[in-house]
């Protein structure tokens, strides 16, 4: 699934693409658990990009629902209840893949990597999102992402 940057540009809301037909209601869900956390994770974003070298398209996002927390964190099941919303996990992507497999391996009879989306850059201004719960993954593109990275040393002075 691809929502995505060039529908951003053109003010397609995330809203308008959960209503889309062809998604399934599993998508529909996964899509809403991310915008609960969509302004919160924009925001990280950005700043993980203007505070490193990390390039958008090499930024990578994993949200977790209440439900899937104890199988990527291993924890109480009654720990995670007292926490309400979804785990939002933003980083290179090359990392998000490793700790997916190191959290979450693939089953032995999966004939190829569930996570690979990771190993490739994302489209220009977006970052891949990964949204997992109880059921299922969906992974899509997001954003409009334009960050401006200002030297003043390149500045011409005034």
Known sequence: MAYGCERNMRGCSLEDYI???????????????FQTVEEAVSRRV?????????????????????????AFFHADARSFAEVPGATAIVGHRARL???LHAA??????????????????SPPQC???LIVDEDSLTVLNYGAFVVVSLDRREMPEA
Request: with cysteine; hydrophobic share 40%.
């Open 127 to 129: 970052v891949r999102v």
């Open 104 to 121: 979450l391996p693939p089953a032995d009879e999966v004939p190829f990597d569930p996570y690979v989306d990771l190993l490739a850059p």
């Open 19 to 33: 209503e889309e037909p062809g998604l399934t209601e599993g998508q529909r869900r996964r899509l809403r658990l």
């Open 97 to 99: 893949h490793e700790f």
């Open 46 to 70: 950005e700043r993980l990009c203007t505070s490193s070298e990390l390039d958008v398209t090499d930024a990578a996002i994993l949200v977790v629902s209440p439900a899937a927390r104890r």
